[in-house]
């Protein structure tokens, strides 16, 4: 679609109102929608191109500091001609679910209260739910709430 003279451009939308983005026409709208998406997705990659060279600059002399400080993850700092570089490797930690389930009934066996070890928490993924049968679904019911999420509009052209 030709862009016409009157119409905004992506980068004028900072100076409208947004009563006035939302009486564009939709052939317009769905015009700075992808142009966002796009530059969202160029912004990105360009961003995620500067990550991996500040990473390839420094992870070096970050890992010699973590070593130094006889760490295996977390956070030092590095300089580097008046810059200092703020290097985290950040711990990431799972647990064996069957495992810590055996635990908590061990526990409870030895007349303890698990909850004093251990956060136990229930969840019913939706796509499980959704499959029961329905008195099983509704024994649950109860237990169950639903909310919703931040609206996303989507905008395509319709096919000619």
């Known amino acids: 679609m030709p862009h016409p003279d009157n119409a905004p451009y992506f980068n004028d ?3 409208l109102a947004i009563g ?3 009486a564009l026409p939709p052939e317009m709208l769905l015009d700075l929608q992808t142009t966002a998406l796009a530059e969202t997705a160029r912004v990105k990659r360009l961003r995620d191109r500067l990550e991996a060279g500040i990473a390839q600059r420094y992870e070096t002399a970050a890992a010699a500091e973590r070593a130094a400080q006889g760490k295996t993850s977390g956070t030092v700092r590095v300089e580097d001609e008046g810059v200092v570089i703020v290097a985290d490797l950040p711990k990431k930690i799972s647990w064996d679910q069957d495992r810590l389930a055996a635990m908590a009934e061990r526990i409870r ?3 303890d209260d698990p ?3 251990l956060e136990i928490a229930y969840r019913v993924p939706e ?3 959704g499959a029961w ?6 024994g649950f019911a109860d237990a169950r709430s639903e909310t919703t999420g931040k609206p996303v509009f989507r905008l395509e052209a319709r096919d000619r």
């Open 127 to 129: 796509r499980r739910f």
């Open 13 to 15: 939308l900072e100076g």
């Open 115 to 117: 909850t004093e070890y």
């Open 109 to 111: 066996a030895a007349g």
């Open 133 to 138: 049968p329905a008195a099983m679904r509704e």
């Open 20 to 22: 006035d983005i939302a």
